[in-house]
């Protein structure tokens, strides 16, 4: 099994910026492949970004990209999500998800461990 725990949401102005942070913890296998997903409210969960186990391959969703940053730190078993440029479209609860395989990273079913999620709201 493996743990997943999130933080660093909160509330930021529209243009603002914020650093989440996923740690894991348990087998470490099943944290090849991490990724950040989000969920507003009325709304299917969707891929936001996700990165493999060295770091050299990462994957964005249009919405995000050139606005959100994925890394991982393996010493610590923590992937990052540094969001800049915030929208009020970016608003909704941020989960970290892990798996074993670089493949079909954008596929919410593909993912077998996820962390409780963190709010991030951006106010206009």
């Known amino acids: 099994q493996v743990q997943l725990v999130e933080s660093g949401g909160g509330l930021v102005q529209a243009g603002g910026s914020l650093r989440l942070t996923c740690a894991a913890s348990?087998?470490?296998?099943?944290?090849?492949?991490m990724g950040w997903f989000r969920q507003a409210p009325g709304k299917e969960r969707e891929f936001v970004a996700a990165?493999?186990?060295?770091?050299?391959?990462?994957g964005y969703s249009d919405s995000v990209k050139g606005r959100f940053t994925i890394s991982r730190d393996n010493a610590k078993r923590t992937v990052y999500l540094q969001m800049n440029s915030l929208k009020p479209e970016d608003t909704a609860v941020y989960y970290c998800a892990s798996k074993d395989y670089y493949i079909d990273t954008t596929n919410v079913k593909t993912y077998p461990n996820w962390g409780q999620g963190t709010q991030v709201t951006v106010s206009s």
């Open positions: 990165i493999n186990w060295s770091g050299g391959s990462t």
């Open positions: 348990g087998r470490i296998f099943g944290s090849n492949v």
